[in-house]
């Protein structure tokens, strides 16, 4: 019977996108691409219980268990590799409670749009590739688990650098723009920090000029 009522409401959200996508003069193609979206995240409702699951837990004990989930998160971030142990645990509660599964082929991340969120990558892989001025696409490194990407243009306030794309079925942890500027003002501390990592990265990685050229005002007073 559970079984059925789950088909059910399945059914109910599929037939609800489809009437939105036609009401709303969507092209086929975008509208194939969003009921393939919706039918692998209804039929993958892992992250939703997750998410619910933690929010049951008395905050003590849910910090304890996203801890054990995420084992040495942020250690190959550009920005937060020598953050200390507290602030990063301040990060990865708040990437827990917003899962993002991705499906093959999925772009996460454009180049040169203005980015506000990073992720982890909690399983899957991802591919960043650069396209250049005549149009070629240069792929530039596939990143696996424990990875993460969009950390310095969201910092930044800038343009992204790469186009970030799922190579297949993905479970990524998102932090946004605001959850790390609430956590900067609990660790005042940590801004000079992620400025010269940030700084160091982006002088030794060509790739990140773009990132450099489109910097937000306030990321470039917190550079210095």
């Given at each position: 019977?559970?079984?059925?009522e789950?088909?059910t409401?399945?059914?109910?959200?599929?037939?609800?996108?489809?009437?939105f996508t036609?009401?709303?003069?969507?092209?086929t193609?975008?509208?194939?691409?969003?009921?393939?979206?919706f039918?692998?995240?209804?039929?993958?409702p892992?992250?939703?219980?997750?998410?619910?699951?933690?929010?049951?837990?008395?905050?003590?004990?849910?910090?304890?268990?996203?801890?054990?989930?995420?084992?040495?998160?942020?250690e190959?971030?550009a920005?937060?590799?020598a953050?200390p142990?507290?602030?990063v645990?301040?990060?990865?509660?708040k990437?827990?409670?917003?899962?993002?599964?991705?499906?093959?082929?999925?772009?996460?991340?454009?180049?040169?749009?203005?980015?506000s969120?990073?992720?982890?990558i909690?399983?899957g892989?991802?591919?960043?590739t650069?396209?250049?001025?005549?149009?070629?696409t240069?792929?530039?490194?596939?990143?696996?688990?424990?990875?993460t990407?969009?950390?310095?243009?969201m910092?930044?306030?800038?343009?992204?650098?790469?186009?970030?794309?799922?190579?297949?079925?993905?479970?990524?942890?998102?932090?946004?723009r605001h959850?790390l500027?609430?956590?900067?003002?609990?660790?005042p501390e940590?801004n000079?920090?992620?400025?010269s990592?940030?700084?160091?990265?982006?002088l030794?990685?060509?790739?990140?000029?773009?990132?450099l050229?489109?910097?937000?005002?306030?990321?470039?007073d917190r550079?210095g």
């Amino acid at each position: 019977q559970m079984a059925n009522e789950t088909q059910t409401q399945r059914d109910s959200r599929i037939n609800t996108v489809m009437q939105f996508t036609s009401r709303n003069g969507i092209s086929t193609n975008l509208r194939d691409e969003v009921l393939d979206y919706f039918e692998f995240r209804y039929s993958n409702p892992s992250s939703d219980f997750e998410r619910f699951f933690l929010d049951d837990l008395p905050s003590e004990m849910q910090t304890r268990m996203i801890s054990q989930m995420f084992p040495d998160a942020l250690e190959k971030s550009a920005l937060f590799k020598a953050a200390p142990e507290m602030f990063v645990s301040h990060l990865i509660v708040k990437m827990a409670h917003r899962p993002m599964p991705t499906m093959p082929n999925q772009i996460i991340l454009k180049q040169g749009a203005f980015n506000s969120e990073m992720f982890l990558i909690k399983s899957g892989s991802v591919e960043v590739t650069v396209e250049n001025e005549d149009g070629q696409t240069r792929r530039i490194k596939l990143l696996e688990q424990g990875a993460t990407f969009g950390d310095l243009s969201m910092w930044m306030d800038s343009r992204q650098a790469a186009t970030v794309a799922s190579v297949d079925f993905c479970q990524l942890h998102k932090l946004d723009r605001h959850d790390l500027e609430e956590a900067l003002v609990a660790f005042p501390e940590m801004n000079n920090i992620i400025a010269s990592q940030a700084l160091a990265y982006c002088l030794s990685n060509p790739t990140m000029c773009m990132a450099l050229e489109g910097i937000g005002a306030a990321a470039a007073d917190r550079i210095g």
